[in-house]
């Protein structure tokens, strides 16, 4: 993965704002950035142009001119000089053809590990430039958008009618965006690299066989794997290019087959990706992907598999140096249950199996997970953090995982403990859990259990508003009866939609009853009477608390909850679409933004780089 410059180029003096969001190599000499932006832009590249430093007494040109050297700024072979140094100082302005001066300034916003193929246009707005108009304006120029290897890509998820996405891979596709695996791959590659990608697939596995990926076989899709590589090899970056392609495609099938719209499991397609990186080494060997295992460890298929796996490791971890250090007085059973717990939910929420564990995963578990919905007394919570800690210092040594968690773990379970103390924190499926233990409920007793929260949802104590909600400016015209009716109602309609959804993931619940909660709490804004502007704002709070692969989904549930609102009210479809699509706007705000860089921020990361 290639460490990218992310700079924004703004076309000046343009009657509507007119800029790209670039990644670049981090070694781009200007001469390359020129052929870049020219790209961009759309522009035919027919004319002189040269770059200037923002207070700096020099231009970088395509070819030296004698005459002006002695009359004009220093002039520098743009092919001879990278432009990270100069926009680590400040901006740059990029002049093309003399005659119209076609003006460009641009900036440096970020530097990070760029998935796919550089240079990338990450994101833009506005028309370019009409070519020799005098400075007309064209309506008609637009961002270079090819889906060939080494083009710029459009940063979106328009797809053609006839995509394999839409087509033959359109199941896998799907699961990928409803399981938020799709949230993990955009943290790392641009939207453009992920079409691109699992489009280069679908037509490799075109030549194999015509059928749905329902159909594929191991052969098949081996195969392809293989045709592709041989493509990528052609170019000077195939290598890049094909590890790019390997880590992508290896999400896509382990979430097809997780969700069974593959026909093959778990198991056989990690023995198919892990022949794939045996194959290829030189492409394949920087990849640390979380579907390899050790040779004494089990391909993991299922959750059943997680938990055999981490049971045989909490077993070795009691015979450890780091078990005995723990402290005095936690029983085996509670490190038992701990480890286990972890680890499914590690694999439920996080898609994260035992060997590819991460410290964003850590926190969301640890350190938010267990204390909105896992039940603990306070002594229990106490002993979380060191339990798991010393759990995953063990194993770390052991080399069973990658990463050295245990100072992780440590600090969100001390989170987890103090915010435990505060039972505004915990979730409604926990609170109603724990009034079913105070009221010696059964788990087991399934009917007593449905009774029991029938009953807990209709009766008047089911809704305690966080004190915060009291305190907005409107407290005195806030109604426990009318916040309590709103309350009960939307658990009602949740559960329909998790019916409907044939998800009953407490998470589901929590996050629309959050929601019309929250609406009626600032705003005093029942369900029938929620507008758009505020819709957007509350669902970006309450979808931004939530894990960032679960987000997608959120903003499904509470889409689908508005359906449901609309065919038992007298709620319009045209508001319900209104309001649907402010939802999607709040999740969209969630998305990675540009952020500019300071001086000293641009100069110790290019520092950090160098060394």
Known sequence: MPQALIINVTLKDQPQPTWR???????????????????????????????????????YVAELDPDWQAQGPKQLRAAD?????????????????????????????DMRWESWLLPTCLDGAGDGGLEDGGHAFDKGATVIALNGWGNLQKPNFDLSADSPLKTTMATGWEALQTTGALDDLLSDYTAGSITAI?????????????????????????????????????????EHQYAFFVEVVATFLLCAADQKVLALDMNTVTKLLTGIKAAYPKELDVLEMGFEHPDDVPAIANEDDVRALVKGWTDDFLKSNEYQLLPAGVPVKTVYDFTRMFAEV????????????????VWEVVGRYFVTNVILSQQEFQQLGPVLSA???????????????????????????????????????????????????????????HQFVDDYNRGESAYQPSQDYLDWPHAEKWQRGVATRVHKAAVDNAQAV?????????????????????????????????????TEAVAKRVLQSLPSTQRDAGATWLTTYLTQLQ????????????????????RAQLGTSGRKLSKKQAKRLLKKRRK
């Open 391 to 449: 759990f995953c210092k063990y194993l770390y040594r052991a080399q069973r995982i990658d990463e050295d968690l245990a100072e992780d773990v440590a600090d969100a379970g001390a989170q987890a403990a103090l915010l435990a103390q505060d039972e505004t924190n915990f979730g409604p499926a926990k609170k109603i859990g724990i009034a079913m233990s105070k009221a010696n409920i059964d788990p087991q007793d399934k009917a007593a259990v």
């Open 498 to 534: 998790a019916d409907e959804l044939n998800d009953q993931d407490h998470v589901v619940l929590d996050t629309i009853v959050a929601m019309v909660d929250r609406m009626y709490a600032a705003h005093l804004q029942s369900p029938q009477k929620w507008q758009a502007d505020t």
């Open 346 to 361: 590690m694999y439920e929420r996080m898609a994260q199996i035992p060997q590819a564990w991460t410290v964003e995963g």
């Open 198 to 238: 699992l489009e280069t697939l679908g037509a490799a596995m075109q030549h194999q066989t015509a059928a749905p990926m329902d159909q594929w076989q191991a052969k098949q899709i081996d195969a392809a794997m293989r045709a592709v590589h041989e493509q990528a090899s052609a170019h000077p970056q195939g």
């Open 567 to 586: 065919a038992h009210s007298s709620m319009s479809k045209k508001k319900m679409r209104e309001l649907q699509a402010a939802i999607q706007a709040g």
């Open 81 to 109: 000089h990278a432009v990270d140094a100069d926009l680590a100082e400040g901006s740059v302005d990029y002049e093309y053809d003399f005659g119209d001066s076609w003006h460009h300034e641009i900036t440096l916003e």
């Open 21 to 59: 969001r670039l990644a670049i190599a981090t070694d781009t000499t200007y001469a390359q950035l020129h052929e870049i932006i020219q790209l961009a832009f759309d522009w035919t590249n027919s004319h002189l142009w040269a770059f200037s430093p923002a207070g700096q007494a020099r231009q």
